[in-house]
């Protein structure tokens, strides 16, 4: 934040910089999802994100959607998707605090899979760059603990290789794949807590 900023012999602004994850929670468990950012202040209210996160695949989206048609599956999900990025954020406020907004690049490799009632599996598996743009809002409690989160969309182009494979009983497994090119929307979230340092 601005009060914690203090200028260098060459009268030039040393800005805060910041390190936070997000919620420690099922660490230990294999479909946790784990994710840090590095925060540097670049000028009084802006600063340069960069982010790691990897994260299970849920099928959350496709099962609001399947409730919302009042349409029941016995859908197994599996897999990860690893993102790594880099975004700019502006802090109206002050930095570090309040209301922010991001624009942001990340490459995202997928490795996924859906299994539907035993009888037919669809994988997905490739990687993608995508921009994505966030709104968010942090606190920083007595210029050292930091807490932050963020909402927004992203769009990436995709290079994906898609199986479905069919294992109906009394018949060999058969396989389709394909190689394809896409370009996906999704809905993107973090929620961050760190230390705050002096550069």
């Known amino acids: 934040c601005p009060d914690r900023q203090r200028p260098n012999p060459r009268g030039r602004l040393i800005e805060a910089s910041l390190f ?3 919620a420690p929670v099922r660490w230990h468990q294999a479909e946790a999802s784990v994710a840090a950012s590095a925060y540097v202040g670049v000028a009084r209210h802006y600063a340069i994100r960069l982010n ?3 994260y299970p695949h849920t099928g959350l989206a496709k099962e609001a959607y399947y409730a919302f048609q009042g349409v029941g599956g016995e859908t197994a999900y599996s897999g990860r998707t690893t993102d790594v990025g880099i975004g700019a954020m502006m802090f109206p406020r002050k930095l570090w605090s309040g209301i922010s907004f991001e624009l942001g690049a990340l490459r ?4 996924v899979r859906e299994q539907f009632d035993y009888q037919k599996s669809e994988a997905r598996k490739g990687a993608g760059i995508v921009g994505r743009a966030l709104v968010g809002w942090s606190w920083l409690f007595g210029d050292r603990v930091f807490v932050a989160t963020g909402v927004g969309m992203s769009i990436g182009r995709y290079a994906l290789r898609e199986d479905t494979i069919y294992m109906d009983p009394g018949y060999p497994a058969m396989d389709e794949g394909r190689n394809v090119v896409v370009f996906e929307p999704s809905f993107e979230g973090y929620f961050r807590i760190g230390i705050a340092a002096t550069l």
């Open 52 to 54: 790691v996160a990897t």
């Open 108 to 111: 995202r490799v997928i490795d």
């Open 20 to 22: 936070a994850v997000n």
